[in-house]
């Protein structure tokens, strides 16, 4: 399935640093525009300062937690897509909770999986 993000926005919050490149290198590859940060408290800030489509993040940040992020954004807009990724099982009971996770990903996880999951949630 070729895939085309041209026109959305999507925010990726990831503290690994080389997954995190790897995932904004793939995205625009597709022509999605990428704004990456690594941590909560950074990608809120960028939230609040931008508009985007998708949020992608990490479960667990040195900063808090992507459940914290998601509820912190649902303050400001409806319930922006998620898709949350996560090492382990850690969290599965909040996730439940959060009514716009389209997806939770396991690491370690196939980009392109990913990409495949953000276009179903705009084609």
Known sequence: MQVDLTGINILIVEDEEMLLELMQEEFEAVGASVTTCGTGCDALEKFQQGSFHVIITDIRMPDGTGTWLVEEVCKITENPPVIFLCSGIEFENEMIECPNV??????????????????????
């Open 102 to 123: 389209r997806k939770i990903f396991r690491k370690p996880v196939k980009i392109s999986e990913i990409i495949r999951e953000t276009a179903k949630t705009f084609f």
